[in-house]
Each structure stands twice: as structure tokens, then as C-alpha cells.
């Protein structure tokens, strides 16, 4: 029996999320339910879903490792497709201000926020920047998560920049989570460089971004489009230049003053635009139009004691709405997909069906993979998730409380809570 040879069977609910492209709209809501459903992955790679009954005729389980899935729902991995796993230090100190009633922009106004952390970074060795990102990596699996997006940003220079992403790329290595790599080298303004953005980025575009694109160290280039950080002439700028050299886009857009950054995202053809709790109507039906994956960060809004994003509308407009954690050392300090579920459904007006679509196949989609992770087809990577109780339902019902029992990456058992 090979390596990444499974069968899983008897399942009570087979979720598969079944597509290949962003669900948009009310698409979101089909989730493509399977009842005592099966799943064969052969080589890592998903060779057949159906029903128990009908895999069993074609496939023999003597040929496979077997997992009974009876009682238990099964689902594409998580796709957790917006985060910054990868940083150096913590900033427990800023989270005591902020409920002491300081404002985010405040404490990065005074020299704190992503700056405290550029330092920490700046500072760490590859090898501790290895071992923190791992630990995270393991939680985030314990989640369900099987792909994961994660951002440099931490360095704002050349040197801890292509540290941070080397250190995912090993990571990504090593790991059975999957890391996407994204260029963040706009996240924040560099003490040196303050009153003078307009050359910080031409200093990113001359000097980082062809480094980044020519050694492949990151597929997707984004900015942080905000007040007072850049500007959308600058974020045009840069992100112009990352798409001339074959990079993908994605854009922190209007979180927290609407500046037009979900405009920006549709003119230039951006895989996402993130965040968006004050985007503009206009900028919604700009993202729907042009297929603008639309992420949304609960986690951070309810951190930030922040109105959440309107998801119902962007839905209803016809966007395709993917979530994520945002899990960061600032404004969102949590890997947790259950706490995503939680605020998605209990405070954004999403339906479960459409919180699964977001973190499965849209989330696939906003990390531009959704041809070959986010859903249970034929031909698609064998991540899967195995719950611990029969339905689907039970994800959100489970207030904040994983409900993951197994995790499957590329067809091989990688948890397991049972096991512990
Ligand atoms: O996505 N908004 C900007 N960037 C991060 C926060 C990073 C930090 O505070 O360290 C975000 O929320
Ligand atoms: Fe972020």
C-alpha cells in the first residue's frame, strides 16, 4: 500500500464544495452534500467521490488504507487564505492600550503597531522565525486548515523581507500545511522613509520586487492601501509594477477610512481585496463585476471593536466573499477557523453553507488555487477535514470550539485528536 493511498468511507455527510472557480453570489450557497458518501485518493491526488456503494464496486479496500468515516462529516481541507504567520515578537503590551481605549491608527501613529514588530523581525534569526511559524502552522492544522496564505511585511527591507519569505518557503517545505507566499514590503511606512512613501516605493519596485519575482519567492505582491499609510496612487504604483512582472494582487483595502482600495482592486484585476469594512457600494459591484475575490477578517473587526464588513450585501451584489484569520501580532492575534465561523454566521448574517463556500473553495480562490485545493473532485489534492460529529451543521453550532477530529494533507493522516 503507497504512501498518500486512502479510502474514506461511510462518511455521513461527503461535503464536497464541488468547482473549480470562485462561488459568487448565491452560488455561495451550494455546498454539494453527499449522504454515506466516500472519497479515494491515490498518490496524494483525489481519484473518486460517491456514494459508499458505488466506490466500493469500482475500488477494493484491501488496496487502501481505510478510515471509517460513519457519524462523522467529511470536508475539503481549510483554506485560511489571509495571514501573517511569520513574525518576530509579540505586542501583548499594545492589546492592554487598546482596551484601555486607544485606537489601532493611534498606537501606529505614536510608533507602535507594525513598526514594534518590524524590529522583533528585523532582529530574529531564521531559525527562531522557523520555529515560531511552525508552531503556528501545527495550531492552525489542528483547525483544519491544509493551505494557508502568509505574508512577509514584517521587514519593510531587503534583508528581513527575503528572510521572512524564505522562511515560509521552508516552511512550506517541511510542513504539511501548504504555504502560499505574498510580498507585503508595503505594510507599513519605515521610520526612515516617513514623509517620503513616494520613494519607499520606488525603492521596493527598484530594489525588493525583482529580487522577490525573479527567485519566485512569492506568487502575489499587496499593500497596505490606508490613511495615512499608502496612498491609492501608490498602491497603483507598486502593484502595477508586481503585475508587469507576472505577480499576482491582493490589497489591505479600506479597513478602516474608505479610500477606494476595492475600486483599485477591480480596476487592476486583483485575485482579492482584504478586509473592506468600509468599502463603498460602488466598490462592491467594481469587485463583483470584475471577480474580485471579496476576503473578509472577522477576527480582526472583533478585535479591533470594529463594525464587521457587510458580507450580506457583498453577497447579494454578487461577489464571491472568502474568509480568513488575519492571524497577525497586531490587530488580530488568533488562528482560530472556529472563531471565524462563529462572528461569520452569528454576526455578518452568512449562512453556515455560505462561511463553509469562504473558507473551502473561495478561500482556494483567493490564493489562486482553486483548480486544485478547496473542494473534494477528481484530480484535486486529497486534503480533507473529518469532523467529530455527523453534519456540517454542527461547525458553527459548536460556538468557538473546534470540531475537526482529523486532518488529511495530500491523502496521508497529519492529525488526528483522537490519537492525542
Ligand atoms: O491585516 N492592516 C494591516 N495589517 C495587518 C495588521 C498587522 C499588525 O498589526 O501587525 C492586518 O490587520
Ligand atoms: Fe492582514
Not at 460513519?70 to 505586542?91: E, I, N, W
Request: net charge negative; proline share 2%.
Amino acid at each position: 500500500m503507497k504512501k498518500g493511498c486512502l479510502l474514506i468511507k461511510n462518511a455521513a455527510e461527503l461535503v464536497t464544495c464541488s468547482g473549480s472557480q470562485a462561488k459568487k453570489g448565491k452560488e455561495m450557497q451550494q455546498l454539494h452534500v453527499i449522504l454515506d458518501g466516500a472519497v479515494v485518493i491515490e498518490d496524494g491526488i483525489i481519484k473518486a467521490v460517491g456514494t459508499t456503494a458505488e466506490l466500493l464496486k469500482l475500488y477494493d479496500e484491501a488496496d487502501y488504507q481505510v478510515i471509517d468515516a460513519a457519524g462523522k462529516a467529511v470536508l475539503p481541507g481549510f483554506v485560511d487564505s489571509h495571514t501573517h504567520v511569520v513574525f518576530g515578537g509579540y505586542r501583548a503590551e499594545e492589546f492592554s492600550w487598546r482596551l484601555r481605549g486607544d485606537s489601532y491608527m493611534e498606537i501606529m501613529e505614536r510608533g507602535g503597531g507594525i513598526i514594534n514588530s518590524v524590529r522583533a523581525t528585523r532582529e530574529a534569526s531564521r531559525e527562531e522565525l522557523f520555529a515560531v511559524g511552525k508552531k503556528r502552522l501545527d495550531s492552525m492544522l489542528s483547525f483544519g486548515v491544509t493551505t494557508v496564505e502568509g505574508k512577509s511585511g514584517y521587514g519593510l527591507d531587503y534583508d528581513t523581507e527575503i528572510k521572512q519569505l524564505e522562511v515560509m518557503q521552508e516552511l512550506d517545505q517541511v510542513h504539511p500545511v501548504d504555504v502560499v507566499r505574498t510580498f507585503l514590503g508595503a505594510h507599513a511606512v519605515p521610520k526612515d522613509y516617513k514623509g517620503r512613501e513616494d520613494e519607499f516605493i520606488d525603492y521596493l519596485i527598484e530594489k525588493v520586487l525583482p529580487a522577490v519575482s525573479e527567485r519566485k519567492l512569492a506568487e502575489f505582491c499587496d499593500i497596505f492601501c490606508e490613511k495615512n499609510v499608502f496612498s491609492v496612487e501608490q498602491s497603483r504604483r507598486l502593484l502595477s509594477k508586481a503585475k508587469e512582472m507576472g505577480m499576482k494582487l491582493k490589497l489591505h483595502a479600506d479597513e478602516i477610512v474608505q479610500l477606494g482600495g476595492a475600486e483599485l482592486a477591480a480596476e487592476l484585476g486583483a485575485v482579492s481585496a482584504d478586509h473592506l469594512l468600509q468599502a463603498s457600494d460602488k466598490g462592491v459591484a467594481d469587485m463583483a463585476e470584475a471577480g474580485v475575490v471579496a476576503t473578509l477578517l472577522p477576527c480582526t473587526a472583533f478585535s479591533l471593536k470594529e463594525h464587521f464588513a457587510r458580507a450580506r450585501y457583498m453577497i447579494d451584489s454578487g461577489c464571491a466573499v472568502a474568509l480568513a484569520t488575519d492571524l497577525n501580532p497586531g490587530s488580530c492575534f488568533t488562528e482560530s477557523i472556529p472563531l471565524v465561523f462563529a462572528l461569520a454566521t452569528l454576526y455578518m448574517k452568512m449562512s453556515t453553507e455560505e462561511a463553509i463556500t469562504a473558507l473551502t473553495i473561495n478561500g482556494a480562490a483567493a490564493v489562486g488555487r482553486a483548480d486544485s485545493i478547496g473542494s473534494l473532485d477528481a484530480g484535486k489534492q486529497g486534503d480533507v477535514v473529518i469532523l467529530e460529529f455527523p453534519s456540517y451543521k454542527y461547525i458553527p453550532y459548536h460556538i468557538a470550539v473546534s470540531t475537526v477530529e482529523k486532518v488529511i494533507k495530500n491523502g496521508v493522516l497529519v492529525f488526528d485528536k483522537e490519537a492525542r
